[in-house]
């Protein structure tokens, strides 16, 4: 027995943030037969600023983002990109509609949290939608009278599809 007495104390903490924010992209890496008029969202688990400590604004925010036809060096494809107040959705709006069946190559420079944890650059890779529906013009009217037959038409010279050859259709 020993009379060495412990005098109560206690004490309060506040954990830090729990590591770099992560980066969810909307579409998804590999993602197909999107709509071709599809923004894109890149959403973080907490707030992200640029890692010069600077924040993320409507006005520096395409400075981060790279949009490609394809892959990573593809032909720029031009957008306006936009944060929300919270500084955890990135969205990504293209200025004219992707192509049917597009490959679309969307990335990310490295940002970070209040607390100086920096993710890595990210990407994805997604495909519009191949399935469009044709266009069906100037089809001529016909009169038929009773007992008589429709004259013959050739679809060929009515119909178009902007996605599909002729010959596929």
Do not use: W
């Amino acid at each position: 027995q020993h009379d060495n007495a412990i005098t109560f104390s206690s004490t309060t903490f506040t954990c830090a943030a729990g590591g770099v924010p992560t980066a969810i992209f909307n579409p998804t890496d590999g993602t197909t037969d999107m709509s071709i008029s599809t923004d894109i969202t890149i959403t973080f688990d907490e707030a992200v600023r640029n890692t010069d400590n600077s924040d993320i604004t409507d006005s520096n925010v395409d400075a981060l983002i790279t949009l490609k036809k394809t892959n990573s060096s593809g032909a720029a494809i031009a957008f306006d990109a936009t944060i929300n107040d919270a500084n955890t959705v990135i969205t990504i709006i293209p200025t004219e509609d992707f192509a049917s069946n597009q490959v679309v190559y969307a990335a990310i420079a490295s940002v970070e949290d209040v607390t100086n944890n920096t993710t890595t650059a990210s990407s994805v890779i997604f495909t519009t939608t191949a399935n469009l529906a044709p266009a069906v013009t100037d089809i001529p009217d016909q009169t038929i009278l009773e007992g008589g037959s429709f004259s013959t038409i050739a679809l060929d010279n009515y119909v178009s599809d902007i996605a599909t050859e002729d010959a596929l259709i």
